[in-house]
Structures are given as C-alpha cells and as structure tokens.
C-alpha cells in the first residue's frame, strides 16, 4: 500500500519520558473491501453485501539512541475495531513492543498452512476461544491484547515471545483489566527457513502456558508446521495440541494441511482442511472436519478473493454443519 503522505510530527517527551523532543515520521496507509456473503439459509436472511476500511498509521522516530516506532490499524470504521503497538528497537538485543491486538508469540504461528485467501475456518460458526471453551484447535496462551512482546533472531531462527498478566484486554491508559478465567500466560513461536539446509522449507514450532486463576490449573499449548515451496506449489502441514488443565475441560488435538498454487503473477489458488479431534472427559471424542477452497486475482491495487468453507461436526458437536462463502474485492490505497 501507498503512503498518502507524510507528517512531520514531534514525540512528546513527557509521554516517552524522554529528556529533549525528536522529529518523527507517520506514515499513513489504508484500504477497502467490499464483501458478498452466502451462508446457511437461517443465517443470511437479508443483505449479503458489506463493507470494511482499514487505515493504518505507523511511525517512528531516535529516542536516547534507540529506535521507537508506533503502529495504530483501524482495522473495521463499521465495527469499532482497532490495534496498536509500541515497539523499542535496541538492535542486537532484540525488540521490546507493547501489543494491543496486533499479533504476538504463539499466535503469530496459529495457522500456517497456505492458502491463496482466507484460513479454511474464517467465516464458520465458532465460540470464544477461551482456556476452556472449544477453539478450533487455534493456539495463542498469551494472545495479543495488553501483552509485551519480545522478537529477535539467532543463528537463523526467529523467537516471537509473548507474556501478559491477568485476562488479555486491551485497555486504556490508566487502565487495569481483571484476572478473568486466566490468571496470566505467556508463550513463544520459533520459525526459521534457513536452518534445514532444504531451498524453499521453512518450519515452526511453539509452547505456551495459561494458568487458570479461578482453580490454579494450567492449559498448555503447542503447535509445529513446515511448508515447501517448489516452483508453483506450496504444500503445508500443522499439528496443534491444547491441553486443559482443569478436570473436566476438553483436550483439543488437530492436524492441518493446505496446498496453494501460483498459477502466474496475478492469479493463486489452494484447498486446505483441518480436523480437530474434541477429547471430552464425560461424552464420546467428536471429529471436527473443515475444508476450505480459496482463490485470488491481484490488478495492481485491486484484489479479489474469495473462500468457500464448510464444516461438520462443527465445535465438537456431532452431525452440526456449517458453511460460508465469501467474496471480496479490496482496493489499497
């Protein structure tokens, strides 16, 4: 996306605690999408047609001899939804970021199959994804909501590190949130393309620990991809596993898989699937079967893409189905 234009702005020192004021620049980009979706008949029972913008502001500037960049996404005009992040640059020792909903740790690897649009889940039914709730197999201890953030790279592998304390929310300054059904979590994501030797794979793997503050339980989360690219075709696998402390919680265990084609320059496609096995303590395990098929053509700064996913035995719930295509065309700006 293009930069509209750049604004000379100053740091305010009192905010930054920082001894003299320093010239910064923002940097201000954006889009929109227009979407048609189609789902199950009890759902869509009026105007499929909708719209989303997103503007996104970054900028960054010396502060006593590091790097300080800001990022804010308004990610939904319609929706109220937004993110942002603080980050500090120390070069060699790493970056230290404050993250408020744009992607940390574990959750930066949730899905990494291929896919030429959406993930094959985007668009189903789903619920909250809680320490306790059944989440599609989506992993994330920390999440991405009032977190610090670490990010670094050794010898060719990079480690995204996340840690929050108490529920993740994002709140505002001055703000505190509650300890909700999490009393703190951290986590991390390791990835590298470099140190398997083999041109164009690149693998992954995290861990990650929610304690439950209510009953003093611990969750664990753990995931591993790989992906191999050669010539057209990009095939990728993933095994995720979360597994609830607390008695009488289910156990979440899926395998993913995708594969996405570069027909040329302007035109991708790929199908993917993803089956989550729900371990239940008092009931029999249920399979949770998704399948997804994606395309995409790019026009310059014209997109459009489109997803066609459907589920059975949706969230652990045996014979409930669910589908959802959606079309999008996005213009960047």
Same mark, same amino acid.
């Given at each position: 996306m293009n930069n509209l234009k750049k604004i000379g702005l100053t740091a305010l020192a009192g905010s930054l605690t920082a001894i003299s004021a320093h010239a910064a620049e923002l940097g201000v980009s954006g889009a929109s999408v227009l979407t048609f979706t189609d789902r199950n008949a009890d759902e869509v029972t009026g105007n499929p047609w909708g719209m989303k913008t997103n503007l996104s502001f970054t900028g960054s500037g010396e502060v006593n001899g590091y790097t300080v960049s800001y990022m804010q996404t308004s990610k939904d005009q319609f929706a109220g939804m937004s993110s942002a992040r603080l980050s500090v640059d120390m070069g060699d020792m790493g970056t230290i970021a404050f993250d408020q909903g744009s992607g940390s740790g574990l959750a930066t690897i949730d899905d990494k199959t291929p896919s030429a649009a959406e993930e094959v889940w985007d668009g189903l039914d789903a619920s909250a994804a809680t320490s306790n709730v059944p989440s599609r197999g989506l992993v994330g201890a920390a999440g991405s909501s009032g977190v610090f953030n670490f990010v670094n790279s050794y010898s060719g592998v990079n480690v995204n590190a996340a840690y929050r304390k108490g529920a993740g929310a994002s709140s505002a300054d001055g703000g505190t949130s509650g300890e909700g059904s999490n009393g703190g979590a951290w986590d991390f994501a390791l990835t590298s @393309?470099?140190?398997?030797?083999? $041109?164009?794979? @690149?693998?992954?793997?995290?861990?990650?620990?929610?304690?439950?503050?209510?009953?003093?339980?611990?969750? $664990?989360?753990?995931?591993?991809?790989?992906?191999? @690219?050669?010539?057209? +075709?990009?095939?990728?696998?993933?095994?995720?596993?979360?597994?609830?402390?607390?008695?009488?919680?289910?156990?979440?265990?899926? +395998?993913?898989?995708?594969?996405?084609?570069?027909?040329?320059?302007?035109?991708?496609? @790929?199908y993917g699937g993803r089956d989550t096995d729900y371990q239940k303590n008092a009931a029999a395990d249920v399979t949770e079967e998704i399948t997804g098929f994606a395309a995409a053509y790019t026009m310059g700064s014209i997109k459009v893409a489109g997803n066609i996913n459907e589920v059975t035995n949706n969230l652990g719930t045996a014979n409930l189905k669910d589908e959802n295509m959606e079309i999008a065309i996005s213009f960047a700006f």
């Open positions: @393309s470099e140190i398997t030797g083999v $041109e164009g794979l @690149s693998v992954g793997a995290g861990y990650g620990e929610a304690s439950a503050a209510l009953d003093g339980k611990t969750n $664990e989360h753990t995931t591993i991809f790989a992906n191999y @690219s050669v010539g057209m +075709f990009t095939v990728g696998i993933q095994q995720s596993d979360i597994d609830n402390g607390k008695l009488g919680d289910t156990d979440e265990d899926t +395998f993913a898989y995708g594969i996405a084609v570069n027909i040329n320059d302007n035109l991708s496609i @790929s």
